[in-house]
């Protein structure tokens, strides 16, 4: 039986990967703290190590996991962002999750659109202090509106169509545009020019950092609508502060943010926040904050369960290798 350190566990990660791991003969040593270099000596007399998306896997982690003789880390997410993949190479096999469960993220995203326009957050506290009023309620409709996507991978082709539903108009850009997805493709700038929603669906890389910034926010449409359910550092957070600040940007929903390492996945209800950008963002009316949750749904925590333990088996197996990442 190989044993595999698992880093920053929730309850909620427990019953599926363990099932998982019993039928393929691995077991899980489940540890609450998040992989870094004060931590990585928990992995010790292990076989490999699971990691999410806050953990830090950087050149001193992959070292000092190298030494002890540890040669697979298996993330249980699909970005992979914060492994250090040139360090890793000839010390280490990187695997992911591709593609867990797109409709949950997608579903996540129009249910923060929604919830947002339609002032449903809003309604659920006023409603239970037993206030009726209607005043400040008016939302708008979703059908006829453009929404632009940025990236049509899974989880964007999924939020597509369940725009196409609501019978919206829709723009999309992606560095690789689907030859198989009847959408038009645009620049850009005429996306964010022209949507009256902007949703971002696309891996965080060098060239899609800060995506959202101060220069790209001045080309949205007055009162554009932004979501977010990708990876928090696509959007500048002070930018998206000034965009909403000055009324360019009407409205923001958000499941990451780029600073949210230290604070997503954690209770912090009793303490003073440090980080005044979001805590900025949480107190603004038009802000709708969820942490990093979208993936979070029984189908897609037993998708990636089972796809993070089929990773493994091959690996220790030496079977046919997939999702494997490595530089580019």
Same mark, same amino acid.
């Given at each position: 039986?190989?044993?595999?350190?698992?880093?920053?566990?929730?309850?909620?990660?427990?019953?599926?990967?363990?099932?998982?791991?019993?039928?393929?003969?691995?077991?899980?040593?489940?540890?609450?703290?998040?992989?870094?270099?004060?931590?990585?000596?928990?992995?010790?007399?292990?076989?490999?190590?699971?990691?999410?998306?806050?953990?830090?896997?950087?050149?001193?982690?992959?070292?000092?996991?190298?030494?002890?003789?540890?040669?697979?880390?298996?993330?249980?997410?699909?970005?992979?962002?914060?492994?250090?993949?040139?360090?890793?190479?000839?010390?280490?096999?990187?695997?992911?999750?591709?593609?867990?469960?797109?409709?949950?993220?997608?579903?996540?995203?129009?249910?923060?659109?929604?919830?947002?326009?339609?002032?449903?957050?809003?309604?659920?506290?006023?409603?239970?202090?037993?206030?009726?009023?209607?005043?400040?309620?008016?939302?708008?409709?979703?059908?006829?509106?453009?929404?632009?996507?940025?990236?049509?991978?899974?989880?964007?082709?999924?939020?597509?169509?369940?725009?196409?539903?609501?019978?919206?108009?829709?723009?999309?850009?992606?560095?690789?545009?689907?030859?198989?997805?009847?959408?038009?493709?645009?620049?850009?700038?005429?996306?964010?020019?022209?949507?009256?929603?902007?949703?971002?669906?696309?891996?965080?890389?060098?060239?899609?950092?800060?995506?959202?910034?101060?220069? #790209?926010?001045?080309? $949205?449409?007055?009162?554009?609508?932004? &979501?977010? @359910? +990708?990876?928090? =550092?696509?959007?500048?957070? *002070? /930018?998206?502060?000034?965009?909403?600040?000055?009324?360019?940007?009407?409205?923001?929903?958000?499941?990451?943010?780029?600073?949210?390492?230290?604070?997503?996945?954690?209770?912090?209800?009793?303490?003073?926040?440090?980080?005044? #950008?979001?805590?900025? $963002?949480?107190?603004?009316?038009?802000? &709708?904050? @969820? +942490?990093?949750? =979208?993936?979070?749904?029984? *189908? /897609?925590?037993?998708?990636?369960?089972?796809?993070?333990?089929?990773?493994?088996?091959?690996?220790?197996?030496?079977?046919?290798?997939?999702?494997?990442?490595?530089?580019?």
């Amino acid at each position: 039986m190989k044993t595999i350190a698992f880093f920053d566990t929730k309850p909620y990660d427990k019953e599926q990967f363990i099932k998982f791991g019993d039928a393929a003969n691995i077991k899980f040593k489940f540890l609450e703290a998040k992989l870094c270099a004060d931590s990585v000596e928990l992995a010790k007399g292990c076989d490999g190590v699971c990691a999410f998306v806050n953990d830090t896997v950087d050149a001193s982690v992959i070292d000092s996991l190298f030494s002890m003789n540890i040669r697979v880390l298996a993330m249980r997410c699909a970005g992979y962002n914060n492994v250090d993949l040139a360090h890793a190479g000839g010390k280490l096999q990187v695997f992911h999750v591709p593609a867990y469960s797109p409709h949950a993220v997608a579903e996540h995203a129009m249910a923060m659109l929604l919830t947002s326009i339609r002032r449903i957050h809003k309604a659920y506290i006023r409603t239970r202090d037993f206030n009726f009023s209607l005043n400040g309620m008016t939302g708008f409709e979703l059908h006829g509106k453009t929404v632009g996507v940025i990236g049509t991978g899974r989880i964007g082709k999924a939020f597509i169509d369940i725009c196409r539903g609501f019978g919206m108009k829709i723009l999309a850009y992606d560095k690789y545009p689907s030859s198989d997805l009847d959408v038009e493709y645009v620049s850009l700038e005429r996306l964010f020019r022209e949507s009256d929603i902007v949703s971002f669906h696309c891996p965080l890389t060098p060239e899609s950092y800060h995506m959202l910034n101060s220069q #790209t926010v001045d080309m $949205l449409k007055t009162g554009a609508v932004i &979501i977010n @359910t +990708s990876r928090g =550092a696509l959007i500048d957070a *002070e /930018a998206l502060l000034d965009g909403i600040r000055s009324r360019k940007i009407g409205a923001t929903c958000l499941d990451v943010y780029e600073e949210e390492s230290e604070i997503f996945f954690e209770d912090f209800s009793g303490h003073i926040p440090s980080d005044e #950008t979001l805590a900025t $963002l949480l107190f603004m009316p038009n802000v &709708i904050v @969820t +942490s990093h949750q =979208a993936f979070l749904t029984k *189908e /897609a925590l037993a998708s990636i369960a089972k796809t993070t333990v089929d990773n493994l088996s091959r690996f220790f197996d030496n079977q046919p290798l997939q999702n494997e990442v490595t530089l580019k």
